[in-house]
């Protein structure tokens, strides 16, 4: 069962507009949450997360909402730039002390 | 500081045929986890080590088996390869186990395709 779920593989927005990536999870036990960003050939590298006690944390240009009632979370890039393309996983860790359960990724193509 | 190094970067197997990936992270973490990736798939979970002694099953275990050397290195034994091993391996390390507690540093990955 897939408790993490990115339903879009693929988004392509132009360089200057907003990126707006979707997770959806199905535990509501979860309360804590990550994005990761891959370029190819390298490893994913952490990029923002964000507790179940907040809806909204910011860090520059990137942004993750929280919507706990309907189990979904969002990550904003503004302005979007060529050099956000990448692959996207939403990851969360089933408890507190268990490794974390990746989604299936969203890659981003950023035109310029 | 080279963070989590993973060998070999690219193998090629036959079936049948066994293999070690190598994992050595610099960072005096206690927690060691090796992922596979696949296209449409995203990451799961293979083996972890939660600390130094102790190794756990993930998501997809079948196949492999793991080994804790020490702090330092984690390796993923192939014991007899199949195609349906054909995959990107990723190594990460934490600080400690669990998402809580920081976030994973991931190696470059390691190619593995299995004919």
């Known amino acids: 069962d897939q408790q993490v779920k990115q339903n879009s593989p693929s988004l392509s927005v132009q360089e200057g507009r907003i990126s707006i990536l979707n997770c959806d999870y199905t535990?509501?036990?979860?309360?804590?949450f990550l994005w990761y960003k891959k370029y190819p050939a390298e490893g994913p590298t952490f990029l923002i997360s964000?507790?179940?006690?907040?809806d909204k944390n910011e860090d520059g240009r990137f942004t993750v909402f929280l919507n706990k009632s309907a189990k979904h979370l969002s990550l904003h890039i503004v302005p979007s730039q060529p050099g956000d393309s990448a692959v996207y996983f939403c990851a969360a860790p089933r408890s507190g002390n268990t490794p974390l359960v990746f989604g299936k990724g969203t890659r981003l193509s950023v035109i310029a | 500081n080279a963070g989590v190094t993973q060998t070999p970067k690219f193998q090629v197997l036959k079936t049948g045929q066994s293999m070690t990936l190598q994992c050595a992270q610099d960072m005096n973490h206690n927690s060691m986890y090796w992922y596979r990736q696949d296209p449409g798939m995203g990451l799961r979970l293979i083996y972890y080590?939660?600390?130094?002694?102790?190794?756990d099953k993930g998501e997809v275990p079948n196949g492999y088996n793991v080994s804790r050397l020490n702090k330092r290195e984690f390796s993923l034994r192939l014991e007899s390869a199949a195609p349906s091993q054909t995959s990107v391996y990723f190594c990460a390390s934490s600080r400690l186990a669990g998402g809580h507690t920081g976030e994973l540093f991931f190696g470059e990955g390691s190619r593995l395709t299995v004919l």
């Open positions: 080590s939660a600390s130094e002694g102790t190794t």
């Open positions: 535990n509501s036990m979860f309360d804590y």
């Open positions: 964000i507790s179940s006690i907040k």
